[in-house]
């Protein structure tokens, strides 16, 4: 059996009340099944006394199908009081993207789906501005004007979640989307809603944020990579990292350091995502990497 990038595996993650046995019911589920683990993350955690995991298994020779799966799973699932699901991994993810009028984010993304880096769908861009339409559509990807005012942002936001669940996605990514989303929108797609913002919330808001740390003489810039919440900003970080920012650098230096970090954090948090390697337990975070 091969086991390079082409061989098709499902991935299984979970998270349970820590407690003997675990990984001995699970690796003798997979072995009865003929499964093959190829990739293997485990973590537990010892103060809130809950345990995760990850696997990757090849696929070859099970003598089920996806479905198969999940239903003889089920019952190790009920003994051990799990959450857990069980992906496809030859099954692209269906990312829809939304952007304002700041086009880094948007760019990278693009550029890495085209260069197969990020081995997805995207189905749609959606952005509040005309701005980027040509540079979207030259990429062959439907690109959707949904204005948005103060008076019409229930309007706006139905909107986009009619596009979102025509498109069949999995995930929306706000690549820079300069608009607070509405609860009911929040509401609708917990864990698959993927923001990035610099670091300098809450210390410095407002539109000019790297000016006001310049004035301040911050000495690291960043950014954060979190899934959205109806609490602005506050939903639980997949991903951060940061930079120096030296005495000498001015306002448009940290403008772009913080730009070429936000396109780093977003990426990575997105493929731990798509990967199936971030688990949410409450308001925080296991990411199996």
């Not at 260069?115 to 769908?121: F, Q, S």
């Not at 797609?189 to 670091?199: F, L, R, T, W």
Request: charged residues 25%; aromatic residues 8%.
């Amino acid at each position: 059996m091969s086991t390079t990038s082409d061989t098709r595996r499902f991935t299984l993650t979970l998270s349970a009340p820590d407690r003997v046995g675990i990984v001995a019911a699970v690796s003798a589920f997979i072995a009865e099944h003929h499964g093959w683990i190829i990739e293997a993350t485990h973590h537990a955690d010892e103060i809130e006394k809950r345990f995760y995991m990850r696997h990757e298994i090849a696929t070859d020779s099970l003598p089920i199908s996806l479905e198969g799966f999940r239903e003889r799973f089920a019952r190790i699932g009920r003994e051990f009081s799990m959450d857990w699901k069980v992906t496809d991994h030859s099954k692209k993810k269906r990312v829809v993207i939304l952007v304002s009028k700041l086009e880094h984010c948007l760019y990278d993304l693009l550029a890495r789906w085209k260069a197969g880096e990020l081995d997805i769908d995207i189905p749609c861009v959606i952005s509040n501005h005309e701005t980027w339409r040509s540079f979207v559509e030259w990429h062959g990807i439907p690109f959707h004007y949904v204005p948005v005012t103060a008076e019409t942002k229930a309007q706006a936001y139905d909107e986009v979640q009619r596009l979102y669940e025509d498109s069949r996605a999995d995930t929306m990514v706000l690549a820079r989307y300069m608009q607070v989303l509405s609860p009911k929108l929040c509401a609708a797609y917990p864990g698959q809603i993927i923001n990035i913002h610099h670091s300098f919330l809450p210390s410095f808001v407002g539109a000019k944020p790297y000016h006001q740390a310049y004035t301040r003489g911050v000495k690291l810039t960043g950014a954060t990579c979190h899934y959205v919440t109806e609490d602005l900003d506050e939903g639980p970080i997949i991903e951060q990292d940061v930079i120096r920012v030296r005495h000498s650098d001015r306002p448009d230096d940290l403008v772009r350091l913080g730009r070429d970090i936000e396109k780093a954090v977003l990426a990575r948090g997105l493929r731990y995502h798509l990967e199936d390697r971030v688990l949410i337990h409450g308001n925080k975070t296991i990411v199996l990497r």
